[in-house]
Structures are given as C-alpha cells and as structure tokens.
C-alpha cells in the first residue's frame, strides 16, 4: 500500500492539481479546512501532510495555519508538515518551521520540488519510525517493569512473563532468594488484564500454620477464641484481581487441600462458616525451595504441584547471569546517587571484576545491599575494591589486567595451544585448523614461547 498524504488545502483547484499529481505516489486525502484537518490527524495514519496556512475563514491571513500546525503537533506529533507558502512569505516560513513545520515549499508550486521535498520527508519518517521501534525493542529487551536485565536468560524471562501475563492460567515462580521472584510477579500482573484490580500478596513461610489459614480464607464470627468479629481473607480480597502466594513451598499440607480446591472449583469457605464463596482470582506462586523435591519428599502435594505449575517461570541465580551483574550494579549506583544527589559515581575496574567474580548467594538483593553499602564509604568518584567489603573473593581477584590486547593474546595462547594439542604438534595440519599460514603460526609460536619437539 502506497503511504498516505494529507493535503491541508483550501483552494480547490490547487487541492485538486496537487491530488493529481501525487496520487499514482501516495494515497492521498484531502482537507479544506481546520476542523476537518484536525478529524484526520487524529487517526495518526498520515506520516506526511502538506499545509497551506491561509486557511478559511480567513484565507489571506496564516494565523489559522499557525494554530493547526500547533495542534498538529499534539495530535499527531510523528506527521511531518510541509507548509507550502507563498513565493513572498519567507517570513510566514519561518516561523512555522519554529512552531514545529517539518519543510516548507514555496507557492507557486512546482510539482517536481514538491515530489523531492515529499520523498525526502516520507523517507526521514520511515527511518523516525524504524528508530523508535528499536528503541522500544532495546527498552523491553533490557528492562521490564523496573527488572533489569540483558543475559539472553533474562531476556527470554521478560519474553516468558509477557506471555504469561497474556493469560490467566496460574504461575509459578522458582528462583533462589533475592533472584526477583516478586519483581517477576509484579511484572505479570502489571502486564494482564486485571491490572486494575488489586494484587494481594502474602506470605505463606512468615506466617503461623493457626493464623494462616484466617489470613488466606478469613473466618466468621466466633470461628475460634479470639475471633470475635468476622475477618475477610486475601482471596476474597483478591477478588477480580491476584493473589501472589509468596513461600508456597512452605504452605502447610492442610492448607494446601483448600488452595488446591480453590484452583479447581474456583471456590473458597471462610473457616468457621459454611458458605461456599465463588471468587475470580489469578494465583501467581513463588519458592525458594525445589517443589518437585519436595512433592518428592512427600512435604508438597503432587496434584496441587501441577495445578500451580501451568506457566513455569524459573530465575537463574545471578551467578549464572554474569552479563547482568555490571548492568545491575551500576543501575542501583544510578538509582541511588539520583536520590542522594551524589552524581558521577562509578565502579573502579577492581570493583566491577571483583563484583563479577563474587559467587552471590543472596543474588540481586545482595548485590543491591553491597552497593547501597559501598556508595556510603566510597569518597570522590570512585567505588574502590575495599569500598565493597567483598571479602570472601578479594584473596581470589589476580591482579588486573583489563586490557583488550592481553586478552586477545590470552585467547590466541590458548587455541594455539589447543590446536597443537588435537594436531599433536603438526604445525600444517595446526595452522589449517586455525585458519593462518604455516610462517604465520610459526611466528606466533615464537611469540607465545610455545615449544615443540616438530
Ligand atoms: N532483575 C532485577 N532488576 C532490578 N532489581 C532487581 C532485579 N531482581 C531483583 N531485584 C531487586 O532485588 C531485590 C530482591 O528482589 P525480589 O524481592 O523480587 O526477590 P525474591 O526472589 O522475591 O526474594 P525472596 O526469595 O527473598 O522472596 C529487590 O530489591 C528487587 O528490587
């Protein structure tokens, strides 16, 4: 489909000459007037239109055209506009290029000039478009609803909590501590449909057996000693929206019973009372813990296990995600100085190969506490080694060498060595496999000190 055109043109018979001329080009739609302009931009389809600016009710006067153009702006601010002026009206020219005008062209139009100006502005528009679109795809590739992330693990997550938002099928979230279990969960519900309703979150390993059961499912009057007004549980109160089940692996069995007949009947009782409650709530669970060892070992139940695990969404601990740990570290130096107002901080080249080389038990809220805690000892610019107070992996950091040349060199010993090795010394068959002359291994061998008895 040829791109569309819109011709903001009050004179008919230019309207006309103009539609003529350009439509086996563009698809072109005409406006004789503001109002109908205004109709038209809105739809947003029109990446470029033409404007003449004496436009009625006073044709002789550009103010009209200089009000549109304004709310062209607004309304559809990806349109180019072209204003096409009269021969004397430099001025008028001018100005609407400082209100927002894309291109000018003069009148009496030339079709030709105006076919190049066109072409020029429909071809800028398209790479404006194809900008914006990639920037999107980098934004949403690095980054979902505050997570942060760029390993291809993390980004096939963010792919994987897109689509699982898309449904309303229950989740289940594995990770080690601090991996962001939570983040995710907050991602898919900010991302589906019930993104309006609440989101109740509770945890089920911080809370007693005896208390849990009235948190999740409320209880009535008189229930128990103690119960001595009717309580609403976090289902009901998750009503219409969800409800994340944080610790699920520590759910006790009998509760377990009832979640798993929420999941199947989509009902609940409040404990003590008899009425069946009918309720629309989307489950997301999370664990620390391995449930399929613990369905093995008889701690979780085997039906509840698969009615929780429909959409499985697994976070690898950060050490298998070292790619993240500098883009993460320096987005919670960032974080941080904005809200102290301590600009310019960054991580010396110790403490970033310090950072990725620690192994990160607690994950990413570890490493979030690390630098919260290095950025109030660090003085001047610098976040130095010491300002880590990694301990455990200090001993273990050789000293530097960030250079590209010493790792190059580094890569280069080692396939050398490794082709030497398969080849067992056979210079040809050495410098066939990795893709050089024979005088040109034979110099690199010299290089690298690597001796052979051949
Ligand atoms: N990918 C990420 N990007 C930015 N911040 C993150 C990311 N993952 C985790 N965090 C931060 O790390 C901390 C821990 O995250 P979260 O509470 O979601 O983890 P969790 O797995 O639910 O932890 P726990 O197992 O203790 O419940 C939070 O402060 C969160 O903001």
């Given amino acids: ?75 559809s601010p990806h349109t180019r506009i072209i204003v096409i002026t009269g021969n004397d009206e430099q001025e008028n020219a001018v100005k609407a290029i400082g ?56 980004t096939g997550l963010f792919a994987q909590i897109r689509k699982a938002s898309e449904t309303d099928y229950p989740v289940l979230i594995q990770g080690e501590t601090g991996t962001g ?44 000693t103690g119960a001595d007004s009717r309580k609403t549980g976090k289902f009901e109160l998750a009503d219409k929206g969800t409800l994340f089940l944080d610790e699920i692996g520590d759910m006790p069995h009998t509760l377990q019973v009832k979640l798993l007949r929420f999941i199947q009947e989509g009902t609940i009782e409040r404990v003590g009372g008899s009425r069946v409650i009918k309720l629309d709530v989307r489950i997301i669970a999370a664990t620390h813990v391995n449930l399929e060892q613990a369905v093995k070992e008889k701690r979780f139940r085997e039906d509840l296990f698969y009615r929780l695990n429909v959409i499985p969404i697994i976070i690898p601990p950060l050490r298998e995600r070292l790619e993240d740990i500098l883009v993460l570290a320096n987005h919670f130096i960032r974080k941080e100085t904005e809200k102290i107002q301590r600009d310019g901080l960054s991580l010396s080249p110790a403490a970033a190969a310090a950072l990725t080389s620690h192994s990160w038990p607690g994950n990413v809220r570890e490493l979030q506490n690390c630098i919260f805690r290095a950025l109030t000892k660090a003085d001047q610019g610098i976040i130095s080694l010491a300002d880590l107070g990694l301990s455990n992996t200090l001993e273990n950091i050789e000293p530097l060498n960030l250079s590209i040349k010493a790792a190059r060199d580094n890569a280069e010993l080692r396939v050398i060595s490794q082709a030497m090795a398969v080849t067992d010394n056979n210079i040809s068959q050495a410098a066939k496999l990795l893709g050089v002359s024979r005088p040109t291994l034979h110099d690199l061998l010299k290089k690298h000190e690597i001796i052979t008895n051949k």
């Avoid at 079709?111 to 920037?135: D, G, S, T, Y």
């Avoid at 907050?186 to 509770?202: D, G, K, P």
């Avoid at 390993?205 to 948190?215: C, K, R």
């Fill in 1 to 75: 489909m040829p791109p569309k055109l819109l011709i903001i043109e009050d004179e008919p018979s230019l309207a006309k000459q103009m539609k003529w001329g350009l439509s086996d080009i563009y698809q072109v739609c005409t406006a004789n007037n503001a109002d109908k302009a205004k109709t038209l931009l809105t739809s947003g389809a029109f990446p470029v239109a033409t404007l003449d600016l004496g436009l009625p009710p006073f044709p002789n006067n550009p103010e009209q055209g200089f009000k549109l153009l304004e709310s062209a702006n607004e309304i």
């Fill in 181 to 224: 279990k939570e983040m995710a969960a907050r991602a898919v519900f900010n991302l589906s449909r019930r993104s309006q309703e609440s989101l109740i979150i509770i945890n089920c390993g911080a809370i007693p057996e005896n208390l849990l059961e009235s948190e999740l499912f409320g209880h009535e009057k008189g229930a128990f």
């Fill in 99 to 154: 209100l927002g005008a894309a291109d000018f062209c003069s009148k009496p139009l030339d079709l030709e000039v105006l076919k190049i100006i066109l072409k020029r502005n429909f071809r800028i528009c398209e790479l404006e478009a194809a900008n914006r679109k990639l920037q999107e795809e980098y934004q949403c590739s690095r980054s979902l609803y505050g997570m942060i992330g760029i390993s291809p693990v993390m």
